[in-house]
């Protein structure tokens, strides 16, 4: 078979050649629908081009440095950002650049078009992959080809990547292909679902003005219609304040405008054209014998269907599906911002203000049913606090993948990761917190006395009024939470003591020169920019990725004074009642000490409980030469291994150093400073270690595997951080 043709011109295509929506739309063709112009490039073209340029093999190490049920999501991130680097620097083979241009332009020549994604594993009845391959709108001819490089690209995103891992599908079998469709100037556009999937027997069909873009990627909400498929009576219609919607700007941009006035008190469809759609879905339906997901889009009054899929929610109930958050990863700009609206004016002030409130709150001087009623309010309101964590404070991260993709696919540099030098320029609430730990341990070393005192420390605090102030705001401003300590306000000042020591040994970071190369590429970034045709201009993208960036960090922080507050309430409630002789309370959860206090409980249960102090573990020792992670922060450190796997070992952390941890907690990046270097199990560019590591200027390797079993404490370790690679000296 050809590796470009008209669709309507191949009805035997299979899924093999053309993917799931290119079978679809065969389908839709042969059951006498109006289909947009359609070309489809098959997956013998993918093939080809990887195998010119080797990349099956090159994809193979990206992936297999570490095995991906073992990854987290910023390390699924990092990997599919290194897969994309491999096919924007890789050119398509000439032979088959000419085919498709010459194909591309008889068809397209004074058009635009939608350049879709097509997988082979895709749009199957077991797995919908709807929305997590790239589809790109408003193409002119002569950015096709660049565009199906991206669709290609897109088979190793983030999202696919986990998906796929999710159904238990092959990635290395998985290959795709891509629909070429021109471009419809949509008046009203929207998705059919020929059976509701969240379990009515009606059929659900939304609606908006414009382009169907937005209400995919959620920044349109539609107008919804449930109807019954037996007489075609509209059941419940569901308006939303229609304001906006996404339309052709021009060539090779989409975005959002204003609906006028007269047309917002107006639902985008009109009762006969709802009672058409009604009809074809559930013509399509009968024709297909399976429940359908289509979308479609009407101009001039003509009704144009651009794909249809079967409805996989309904063929695998028993699946909890994880795609609604998967398609949380990928946010776009308009969306980013507002994420960041409303995590900086009100959600990270929110629990700034809620955590002083707590702080403010005399615990000791409450009596037992307010202190009940403290512990049980603040444990509430840390879950809370935490699920927004996760609802809009790790969904911003992706602003920095969004600026990542935009720059790599602008300068296309050797480094995939480049981008990260011009993130680096607002100050994070880590590294502030640790200038001050740098103050206060300079103010240790121009008094002997008050290091004589910290050096025998006793339980008791320094009596120097200067530093006591010092570190009293340090731990008002950043509560100096450790993981594990959440309850012991002792131990918690046990470790500060220690950290400023070690803090005197060690001079205050300075930055490697790198300023002036950041800005160059910063420049030429920028001048890209207003060459490219985007709805947004760079130097607001940059300010976007910057603060994406900070608050990666940042957020943690804010969260970890909520946590300390919560805490605190439990442990003065254990301590109420260890006082009163209360069997088991040390190790009793928060909702059990809050019934007691209440009187809603006399005793614990008397069943063994679990010490929170976790036990000593003995660890095999396996020798190895040179191990292999992904490089995360530049240049070379030399030292002895510190393992840290308890707290007792990040208690014993001298400066000078290389630290070695599964993964570094965004409340002990107080030590990163001290590290001659970072190796850390946990990978990826985003994650704190690598961020801070790199506002040192501290080499750093992550996603290194069974690191903490691999390197032994003592052991004399090299780590480069340009290739990725330490190197353990042999005793």
Not at 183 to 210: K, L, Q, R
Not at 505 to 533: C, H, N, T, W, Y
Not at 548 to 575: F, H, M, P, T
Request: net charge negative; aromatic share 8%; hydrophobic share 40%.
């Amino acid at each position: 078979m050809k590796r470009i043709f008209f669709l309507e011109h191949e009805k035997t295509a299979t899924v093999q050649q053309v993917g799931g929506k290119g079978v679809g739309l065969r389908d839709l063709l042969a059951a006498g629908c109006n289909v947009p112009k359609t070309v489809c490039i098959t997956s013998d073209a993918y093939d080809g081009f990887l195998d010119f340029h080797g990349l099956r093999e090159k994809i193979g190490l990206v992936l297999n440095r570490k095995q991906q049920q073992d990854m987290r999501w910023e390390e699924i991130w990092d990997t599919a950002l290194r897969v994309k680097a491999l096919f924007l620097a890789a050119s398509i083979p000439s032979e088959l650049e000419n085919e498709l241009s010459l194909f591309l332009h008889s068809a397209f020549a004074n058009s635009l078009v939608a350049v879709r994604s097509s997988a082979t594993d895709e749009d199957q009845a077991a797995g919908s992959f709807a929305g997590l391959h790239e589809s790109y709108l408003n193409i002119p001819c002569d950015k096709i080809i660049a565009h199906i490089k991206k669709v290609w690209a897109s088979l190793w995103s983030d999202r696919a990547l986990l998906y796929r891992q999710e159904l238990g599908l092959s990635v290395e079998t998985s290959r795709m292909a891509v629909v070429v469709q021109e471009m419809v100037n949509s008046d009203v556009s929207g998705i059919c679902f020929t059976h509701d999937p969240m379990g009515s027997s009606h059929m659900v069909i939304e609606a908006v003005y414009g382009l169907n873009q937005g209400l995919v990627d959620g920044q349109i909400e539609p107008d919804r219609w449930f109807v019954d498929k037996a007489d075609g009576a509209v059941r419940q219609w569901i308006q939303p304040s229609r304001r906006t919607k996404q339309t052709t700007a021009r060539a090779g941009v989409i975005g959002l405008e204003d609906i006028p006035e007269p047309q917002r008190d107006r639902p985008p469809l009109t009762a006969s054209e709802l009672l058409q759609l009604k009809e074809v879905c559930l013509r399509l339906e009968q024709h297909f014998n399976q429940p359908l997901d289509i979308e479609w889009t009407i101009s001039d009054g003509q009704l144009y269907l651009l794909q249809a899929r079967p409805i996989s929610t309904l063929a695998n109930v028993d699946r909890e599906d994880k795609r609604p958050w998967y398609l949380s990863l990928h946010r776009s700009y308009d969306n980013l911002v507002q994420l960041r609206d409303a995590i900086e004016h009100d959600v990270l002030p929110s629990m700034e203000s809620e955590a002083a409130e707590f702080a403010q709150i005399n615990l000791d001087t409450l009596d037992d049913q307010a202190l009940a009623e403290a512990i049980e309010h603040r444990t509430q309101r840390n879950s809370y606090w935490a699920d927004m964590y996760w609802e809009k404070c790790i969904p911003f991260a992706h602003g920095v993948r969004l600026f990542g993709e935009i720059y790599n696919e602008l300068l296309t540099p050797a480094d995939p990761y480049e981008f990260v030098q011009l993130l680096s320029s607002r100050k994070m609430l880590s590294t502030s917190r640790n200038k001050q730990l740098y103050e206060l341990a300079s103010l240790v070393n121009e008094n002997p006395k008050l290091k004589q005192e910290l050096e025998q420390h006793d339980g008791t605090l320094p009596t120097d009024p200067l530093f006591r102030g010092q570190l009293d705001d340090l731990l008002s401003h950043y509560g100096f939470l450790f993981p594990g300590l959440e309850e012991d306000h002792e131990q918690r000042l046990l470790v500060v003591m220690k950290v400023i020591l070690e803090y005197t040994r060690i001079q205050p970071a300075q930055r490697d020169g790198g300023v002036a190369r950041s800005k160059e590429l910063e420049l030429r970034f920028l001048k890209r920019m207003q060459q490219a045709e985007y709805p947004f201009n760079g130097e607001d993208l940059l300010d976007l990725a910057r603060a994406s960036y900070c608050i990666r960090d940042d957020d943690n922080v804010y969260l970890g004074k909520i946590e300390l507050q919560a805490a605190a309430a439990v442990n003065a409630g254990r301590q109420r009642l260890v006082a009163r002789q209360v069997t088991g309370a040390e190790h009793a959860s928060p909702k059990e000490v809050a019934a007691i206090l209440a009187g809603q409980q006399q005793n614990l249960d008397s069943r063994p409980r679990k010490s929170s102090t976790t036990p000593k573990k003995s660890y095999s020792r396996v020798t190895a030469r040179q191990i292999v992670g992904q490089p995360a922060a530049k240049g070379v450190g030399h030292g002895v291994a510190r393992v840290v796997r308890e707290l007792e070992d990040l208690k014993n952390f001298q400066a000078g150093e290389i630290l070695v941890v599964d993964s570094i907690d965004p409340n002990m990046t107080f030590i990163v400073p001290l590290a001659a270097a970072i190796i850390e199990k946990r990978g990826g560019m985003l994650i704190h270690g690598a961020i801070i590591a790199r506002e040192y200027g501290i080499p750093c390797i992550t996603g290194v595997p069974d690191a903490t079993s691999l390197i032994t404490s003592g052991d004399k370790v090299t780590v480069d951080g340009y290739l990725g690679i330490l190197t353990i000296e042999k005793k």
